[in-house]
């Protein structure tokens, strides 16, 4: 992500009306807009596999599987995000063209660029969706998924897999080998193939 310098704080609905003119995804967080950059091979076949399986997986359960061109809605009021993946089952979502505002289940590939924010803002404004019941982390330097999930007690808890492991997101009640998640990807550190 860039920030964009000297720029006009937006409102949501001017950061709405002109991104649509963009021709690059901007994500909007208290009305600053931050360009997405582009990621790597591994990034998108690690999101790729996963947004596959995902489809697979709930097709014909009145889930929506989105990937990294759809936008998700903390409010209607922002902050707006780009999440790689993303899972919604509610009925407010099924007919939306622009925005996601209801995901059970949110996904971010790791890039060293934006695993700090990853791990802390995002997660802070994504924790604020009383949906949202997963979120993964995934990396692309070792075979590695980090979910958080939120407990009886509404607190997260973090499960992490390895090599090996089976995964199991509650959410959308998928378990599946982790190796599924890294078929055909080359880490980007190459100390794992």
């Known amino acids: ?8 704080y ?35 076949d690690v999101a790729l596999n996963l947004a596959s399986a995902l489809k ?13 061109d759809a936008k998700l809605g903390i409010s209607e009021n922002g ?12 009925e407010r979502d099924k007919s939306a ?7 059970c289940l949110i996904v971010e590939v790791l890039s060293p660029s934006t695993e700090g924010i990853d791990r802390g ?14 979120y993964v982390l995934i990396s692309t330097q070792e075979m590695m998924v980090e979910c958080f999930r939120l407990n009886d007690k509404n607190l997260w808890e973090l499960q992490t897999y390895s ?11 998928f378990k599946f080998p982790i190796e599924l998640l890294y078929e055909d990807v080359v880490f980007e550190n190459s100390q794992e193939s």
């Open 163 to 173: 090599r090996g492991d089976e995964i199991d997101l509650v959410s959308v009640d």
């Open 56 to 68: 697979s997986h709930v097709r014909g359960k009145g889930c929506k599987v989105q990937m990294a």
């Open 121 to 134: 803002k995002k997660f802070q404004n994504y924790r604020q969706i009383s949906t949202l019941k997963e």
């Open 79 to 90: 902050p707006f995000h780009y999440p790689d993946v993303m899972v919604s089952c509610d």
């Open 97 to 103: 063209t622009k925005v996601i505002h209801h995901p």
């Open 10 to 44: 937006m409102t949501p609905q001017e950061y709405l009306d002109w991104e649509e003119q963009q021709p690059l995804k901007y994500e909007y967080i208290n009305g600053e807009v931050v360009a997405m950059t582009g990621g790597t091979i591994p990034h998108n």
């Open 1 to 8: 992500m860039v920030a964009i310098p000297n720029f006009q």
